[in-house]
C-alpha cells in the first residue's frame, strides 16, 4: 500500500489529488478482480471500523460491512441510539475514543447545516482515518464508484464524452444535495463535459459550482448549469438523473415539498433516453422512485448500469479502506 496514504481522512474528492484519486479506482479494481477470481485479499486482518449512521442505509452500510469482512477486519454498524451520542456527548469526545478502540472511523449525517461539520469536528480529533458515507453536502464514496462505472463502460480517456446531471421528481422526500454536488466535482475532474439540469428553485450550493467550473478550466472541459431536462439529454453518453432538495433555495421541509409538486415532468423515461447517444448509459444511485424519478423501462433496460454502479460501491470502500487503514 503506498504508505502516504494512511490515516488520510476521506470527506471530500476535492482534498485528494488527482493522482490519490486515481490510485484510489486502481487499488478498487486490483481489489474487485481479486473478489471475482475468490483470490484471498485479508489486508486489514484484525482491523476495526466503527461505522456511526444517523440515518438508515443499504449500499453504504453493506458496502463497508461487507468489504471489511473480506478485508479480513469487522465492522461496527453504530447508531446515535447505540452511543452516548444520543444523549449528548459531543464529536469531540466520541472521536477520542473510538479512534483509541480501532482504526478507522466512518460516518454517515446527512442532517442538513449539521452533518458536515459533525464529520469534520470527528476527523479534528480523531487519531485515525475518518471516512464521510455520506454528508449534507458530499457523497465521495458514490462518487468514486461513478466515476470507476463510467470508466468501466467507456475507458479512461473520457474526453468527448458528456454526463447529464439532472434533477428529478420524487413528491414528500427531500433529499439530500451531496450526490449531485460529489458528482459534478468528480466528473469534472475526469475529462467528462458536465452539464447540470435542474429547476430554478433546485439550485445547488455556490462554493460547489465554482469548484465545478474551476475544474473544468483545468481540465480544458466544459461545465454548464441550464434548465432544460431534454437539453442536458441531448448527446450525453451518461445520464444522471436523481432527484435532490430545494435546501439551497428553501430549507423548510413544508414548503420545500410543495416546490417539489411543481414539476412532476422531470422524469427520466424512454423518450429522453432516445435524445442521448446510442450508447449512453442510465446512473443512479439507488434508491429510485420507479414511475417518478426513472420508467421502468430505463431503470430495467439494456441502457440502465445501475446495478454495476451498485456493485462498485463494495469495491471502492475496500480500495478505500486498503489504503487510509
Known amino acids: 500500500m503506498s504508505k502516504p496514504m494512511r490515516g488520510r481522512h476521506f470527506i471530500d474528492t476535492q482534498e485528494w ?14 481489489l474487485k478482480r481479486k473478489f471475482h477470481r475468490d483470490e484471498p485479499h485479508a489486508l486489514l486482518r484484525d482491523r476495526t471500523l466503527f461505522m456511526l449512521f444517523f440515518e438508515q442505509s443499504t449500499r453504504t452500510r453493506n458496502s463497508f460491512e461487507a468489504g471489511m469482512t473480506q478485508l479480513g477486519g469487522h465492522a461496527h454498524d453504530l447508531t446515535p441510539e447505540k452511543l452516548q451520542v444520543s444523549h ?29 461539520t459533525f464529520i469534520r469536528d470527528v476527523a479534528a480529533i480523531s487519531r485515525v482515518p475518518v471516512i464521510n458515507m455520506q454528508c449534507d453536502r458530499y457523497h465521495p464514496c458514490q462518487a468514486v464508484a461513478d466515476l470507476m462505472t463510467v470508466r468501466e463502460k467507456f ?3 473520457l474526453r468527448g464524452r458528456r454526463i447529464a446531471v439532472t434533477w428529478t421528481y420524487a413528491p414528500n422526500y427531500v433529499r439530500p444535495l451531496s450526490v449531485p454536488q460529489s458528482e459534478i466535482l468528480i466528473m469534472t475532474r475526469a475529462g467528462l463535459d458536465v452539464v447540470l439540469a435542474h429547476p430554478p428553485e433546485f439550485r445547488l450550493e455556490p462554493e460547489i459550482l465554482a469548484q465545478a467550473a474551476a475544474n473544468a478550466a483545468r481540465m480544458g472541459t466544459r461545465f454548464e448549469v441550464v434548465d432544460d431536462m431534454d437539453a442536458a439529454f441531448t448527446g450525453a453518453s451518461v445520464v444522471y438523473p436523481k432527484s435532490w432538495g430545494c435546501l439551497v433555495h428553501e430549507p423548510r421541509r413544508e414548503a420545500a415539498v410543495k416546490t417539489i409538486e411543481k414539476y412532476p415532468g422531470w422524469i427520466c423515461d424512454e423518450r429522453r433516453m432516445r435524445l442521448a447517444r446510442p450508447e449512453a448509459i442510465y446512473m443512479h444511485p439507488l434508491p429510485a422512485s420507479r414511475g417518478l424519478e426513472v420508467a421502468d423501462a430505463v431503470i430495467d433496460g439494456p441502457q440502465s448500469a445501475v446495478w454495476d454502479q451498485a456493485e462498485n460501491r463494495l469495491h471502492t470502500a475496500k480500495g ?3 489504503l487510509t487503514m
Open 320 to 322: 478505500l479502506m486498503a
Open 155 to 157: 475507458g479512461a480517456d
Open 17 to 30: 489529488s488527482d493522482r490519490e484519486i486515481e490510485l484510489l479506482i486502481e487499488t478498487s479494481a486490483d
Open 88 to 116: 449528548g456527548e459531543t464529536a469531540k469526545d466520541t472521536a477520542l475514543v473510538l479512534s483509541r478502540y480501532g482504526h478507522g472511523i466512518a460516518i454517515r449525517n446527512c442532517d442538513w447545516g449539521k452533518g458536515n
